[in-house]
């Protein structure tokens, strides 16, 4: 038996692991579920020691206040490439609960989808991966060598994951980094995913007066400082949707027409985009697609506002502070230094002086883009032509992942970035769900990439 044959006579048995897996409330932000977060470690762990893999670790972060990062290998092929595999086992909070339709850690399957929280982002697709190396090692048909991370804080931003990379890089050394950690275009349209776009996150203060004040009596002689806010955040668009910072686009990396080309297959319509986010219509920079948009251009966005009075009913304040939450999507060649000058200088040049203002950088991120023609990306595209029947598009996707700089930059390494996640599994949401035909289709792509690879070589 090989060890496709394998996975799928073991299917029942994979899924029973799974639900096991997602039942464990691994909620990384909040520290009362850190006990769950340990236990999450440790049962991972010990499926990997089960699988055969070697060297099984539970090690800490941030000098033992993060959560674990969970290492394993197998190393028994001297002349073959070792693969480093990465996926994460923390999950998002389940808020707001009383939208779930069912217990978020109760795995519930109706027709083809499997609901409940992290069942897509990403413990179906880590167990996925699992599940190709355990079908390789039970059939003796592992050609390459393994070694695997699984980290214990990628849904608070990875804050130790860079600094555990950096000094575990002898441990870490590898010829290839895979990344599960993803999604398709689609149920039936694989993708390789070669372009993250960075990340640049700010606190803008406007302070007006001293404290809040009656707005009978000083309204009409002071500047307020929400109307200040929101005229300079309205003056960061132009009427064609372009962001009006000084120099913003001087190192935006252009489209290629080949790019373009291959982003136009993309199965999205303008109407399917505007249904899944719930909105009337779309709206966007003028001359771009909306998969453009999303996954290739650089962005501006309000992530939050606070002023004032929020509570019920009316109290008539003129409030002595506005704050905004203001977050850029990055695409290459931008920096974070750079737009950070940027938005200084924006807000030096339209901030009035009737207030003051604060600008606070909260996160950082540069944008990252992949090698295309590397060996190891043919051997993911051709796993996932044999398995899905379709030649997978190449796509670059809007969200920022830290560990694919880390694993790029600090080892050194082609990373490849492929997963089964579809857009609307409700990831970050209530009834969160990953559809289960992908589950298994991914177990058999990863266990063709891993066959791959030992080929080539």
Known sequence: MDALDYSRAHRVEFLDELKEFIALPTISTLSEHR?????????????LRAMGLEHVAILPTGEGKGQPIVYADWLHQADAPTVLVYGHYDVQPVDPLHEWVTPPFEPTIKDDFIY????????GQAHAFMKALDALLKTNSLRVNIKVIMEGEEEVGSPNLGAFIRAHQD????????????????????SIVYGLRGLCYFELWVQGPDQDLHSGRFGGSLHNPAQVLTELISGMHDADGRVTLPGFYDDVRPLSDA???????FPLTDEQWANTAGVLALWGENGYTTVERVGARPTLEVNGLYSGFTGEGAKTVLPAKAMAKISMRLVPNQTSDRVRQQLEAYLREHAPNTVRWQLKQLAEGD?????????????????????????????LLGWSVPVTTFLNDILGVDVVIMGFGLPDDGTHGPNEH???????????????FFENVGASH
């Not at 990344?179 to 398709?184: E, F, G, L, V």
């Not at 035909?437 to 063709?448: D, S, V, W």
């Open 35 to 47: 006990a769950d977060v340990q236990r999450g470690a440790e049962w991972l762990a010990d499926k």
């Open 116 to 123: 409940a929280r992290g069942a897509s982002d990403m413990k």
């Open 171 to 190: 441990l870490l050394t590898c010829d290839v980094a895979l990344n599960a950690d993803s999604q398709m275009p689609s149920r039936d349209l694989p």
């Open 259 to 265: 790019e373009r080309a291959e982003l136009a297959r």
């Open 367 to 395: 944008a990252i883009l992949l090698n295309r023609d590397s060996p190891y990306v043919r051997a993911a595209a051709d796993a996932l032509q044999e398995t899905f029947g379709v030649a997978p598009i190449f796509q």
């Open 434 to 448: 990953f559809y289960l035909p992908n589950y298994y289709r991914g177990i058999e792509a990863y266990i063709r």
